[in-house]
């Protein structure tokens, strides 16, 4: 009995390493967005949080840095210097353009005090970028399947790798309700509450399209600098097909769903640890104390 026990902590332990890396870095992957958020939106009190997310942060990109090879990340920098060096200067005029037009509106809307810096639209932009890469990670169960395949034991297969698939998913997802949660204090600071709905709408949409080309087309978000041209027809190509548009909708469901129901369960913890002597607190408001968590 001994030696089996320690045979299956043996094997336990060897499947837990295995997924350490690749788990790792969609983890540091999904923490980006959150931290983005504590910066662009809003900033908590919780020093628990904000320092726990940092460091997991930094944990998750040294651990899962090591998945990748000094001539990877080589070659990326090939791409972009390739693809970069030959933009057509019409496309860099055009850009320029835009982006001092988004300037002129925000400075023209807000204000020149209240107006956001270039640096913030670039923060957001990465910050859009980064975020399908939270939920993308529920995506990551078929590698629970093919381990099932693999004929682990029942006892390595509950006590090991269910309860770290559980974390992984968990956290990571909950990653992407917090970031989306810190968006809505933030329009409702701003005076724009009625648009909360939609811009989680529209950002379930944009992440159920990052995560089928994550998931299907095996890009990646960096691949929006490195190969602007390909994802942008992969996009367009999918977009007019019949099933790769099915599986982008019945992403985008199930992001909703999961969303809504974890955003509930966030808010009322965050009510309640702000609201300590309130038993049952009543629906979260981003105006009041819940938004100093």
Request: aromatic share 18%; hydrophobic share 55%.
């Amino acid at each position: 009995m001994t030696a089996q026990l320690t045979n299956w902590i043996s094997v336990a332990w060897q499947a837990l390493l295995a997924n350490n890396r690749w788990m790792a870095w969609n983890l540091f992957l999904a923490l980006v967005p959150l931290a983005l958020s504590f910066w662009l939106f809003h900033q908590p009190r919780s020093r628990v949080l904000r320092w726990g997310t940092f460091i997991l942060t930094g944990m998750t990109f040294f651990l899962g840095i090591r998945r990748y090879s000094l001539t990877s990340a080589v070659n990326l920098l090939r791409d972009i210097r390739a693809i970069y060096l030959g933009i057509d200067p019409i496309y860099l005029v055009g850009a320029l353009i835009g982006t001092l037009i988004l300037m002129g509106l925000d400075f023209w809307l807000l204000g020149w005090r209240g107006a956001r810096s270039l640096l913030w639209w670039l923060g957001f932009l990465a910050f859009i970028f980064f975020l399908p890469n939270a939920p993308y990670v529920l995506t990551d169960v078929i590698h629970f399947y093919e381990e099932i395949r693999y004929n682990y034991s029942v006892w390595v297969l509950t006590l090991a790798l269910i309860p770290q698939y559980l974390i992984f998913m968990g956290i990571g997802f909950e990653a992407y309700v917090m970031s989306l949660i810190y968006l809505g204090f933030y329009l409702r600071r701003q005076g724009w509450g009625r648009f909360i709905l939609w811009a989680e709408l529209i950002l379930h949409a944009l992440s159920a399209i990052g995560i089928y080309l994550g998931r299907f087309q095996r890009f990646n978000s960096w691949h929006v600098i490195s190969q602007p041209d390909q994802l942008v027809m992969s996009v367009m190509r999918d977009l007019t097909r019949t099933r790769p548009l099915l599986v982008i909708v019945v992403t985008f469901v199930v992001i909703a769903v999961f969303y809504w129901l974890i955003k509930q369960v966030s808010l009322g913890i965050m009510h309640r640890l702000s609201n300590p002597n309130h038993a049952f607190p009543p629906a979260a408001d981003p105006d009041s104390s819940t938004a100093r968590f």
